[in-house]
């Protein structure tokens, strides 16, 4: 039988810990009870699958024991952080304060975890005093060696944004002295801010915490999973539907699959290991992306989303429409061509004005054949008319033209 994996073992076979701060870290995780935090400033309402990695290293961490604190950056978000890539936008306050709200609420329904804001202990901190108490402890070289500001140099960074690790290490010192907390997660991309926070309290306290980063997911290309790059999956149903999350992760490709299982559930080694012998036996069952889908759906929307988004999947590609709910529907055929719809018109007229046949011709034709769906139901009678009343919620008309070519009508 094999040996049960230690926290520190099963977060390493996890790919789940890039730098570790110090090796006395190992036992505390493993043996101790740790006050941790891990920080996300407020420059969107959602988190995204980004974050959904990090978050579920603090819920294993919370799951053995330690205790974690959210800090959502009410005054590092006013700052942003350097990216290596160029300064942020200048954010909006009341903008801010709005998706901390919201921030909170959804990491404390998904997650469970405490929230606070950095902006209740900055608001008021002034200038002069920060710069003797903090700024005089930190050296501008030790600053420069950081990976992130070394980057942003070569194409200007403002004394904000170089200010920002000081900040986050003020954090770091701030949750130490009121809440005792002694360890602080986060992305690979903010290990310069991590250690900030280790030698500011050092310095100050001569006291040793710990820090370790979490290596960034990424696509199959390779790029971070968050929205600055273009490509977020927001973790509120709003943003991004069940729907669309289960077509996300069933898309993804097999060679993601086993680091995805490891990453972003908690099924055990062996679990793994099934899944994947069985998966790798038949590839195109897709066996690996249906069960990452079902883990990480249920575990933030619920069992209940899951079969939801099962059903509206099984609906299309059999081309049951009106089994979809209609408030999905613009969602899900966001990305089809969009058709605008005038005025009632003549099925044949139709399909041939709008380009979704070449000529009346070949529309009569592609009739004929049941090869023309109007939301769901073939059409052959030639005669038919588009209008609102063939509409779904009363905005929507769903033309399929073939197998798996559709296009979405809208009044």
């Not at 099963?10 to 110090?22: A, F, H, Q, T, Y």
């Not at 975890?113 to 108490?133: A, P, S």
């Not at 310069?192 to 050092?202: K, S, V």
């Amino acid at each position: 039988m094999e040996k049960e994996m230690t926290l520190y073992e099963d977060l390493k076979w996890r790919g789940l810990i890039k730098d570790i701060s110090s090796e006395d870290l190992i036992d505390k995780l493993n043996n101790g009870k740790i006050t941790f935090y891990l920080g996300t400033d407020p420059t969107a309402d959602s988190l995204h699958i980004g974050h959904y990695s990090t978050f579920l290293v603090a819920k294993r961490l919370q799951k053995a024991g330690h205790t974690p604190i959210l800090l959502v950056g009410g005054a590092t978000g006013r700052v942003g952080d350097p990216r290596g890539t160029g300064e942020r936008e200048k954010a909006d306050e009341n903008v801010i304060e709005q998706n901390y709200t919201k921030l909170k609420a959804q990491v404390e329904k998904l997650f469970g975890i405490k929230t606070v804001n950095n902006w209740d202990w900055f608001k008021d901190v002034k200038f002069i005093e920060f710069l003797r108490d903090i700024g005089k402890n930190i050296n501008v070289n030790y600053m420069l060696s950081k990976d992130l500001v070394r980057r942003q140099l070569e194409i200007g960074i403002s004394y904000a944004e170089f200010s920002y690790m000081l900040i986050q290490g003020t954090d770091f010192k701030h949750l130490h002295d009121e809440y005792g907390v002694t360890l602080q997660i986060g992305g690979s991309d903010q290990w310069g801010n991590l250690t900030t926070g280790i030698e500011i309290i050092r310095k100050l306290t001569g006291e040793e915490v710990y820090a370790f980063s979490i290596p960034l997911a990424t696509d199959s290309q390779g790029k971070k999973m968050g929205k600055s790059e273009g490509n977020a999956v927001w973790l509120d149903i709003e943003k991004t539907s069940s729907y669309e999350l289960y077509q996300y992760l069933y898309n993804l490709e097999d060679s993601m699959m086993e680091a995805y299982l490891k990453r972003f559930t908690f099924l055990s080694k062996p679990e793994i290991e099934k899944i994947m012998e069985e998966h790798n036996a038949t590839p195109e069952k897709r066996i690996a992306q249906e069960a990452l889908a079902h883990e990480v759906i249920r575990d933030i929307h619920g069992e209940e989303e899951y079969q939801k988004a099962v059903e509206i999947s099984r609906a299309l590609f059999s081309g049951d429409i009106k089994k979809i709910p209609t408030n999905l529907i613009g969602k899900i055929f966001a990305n089809v061509d969009h058709i605008t719809i005038d005025s009632d018109e003549n099925i044949v007229d139709f399909l041939a004005s709008k380009g979704i046949c070449s000529s009346k011709r070949e529309a009569r034709e592609f009739l004929n054949n049941g090869s023309i769906s109007i939301n769901g139901e073939k059409v052959t009678d030639l005669e038919t008319t588009i209008s609102k009343n063939l509409a779904l919620n009363d905005k929507y008309v769903v033309i399929r033209k073939g197998k798996k070519k559709y296009f979405l009508g809208e009044f």
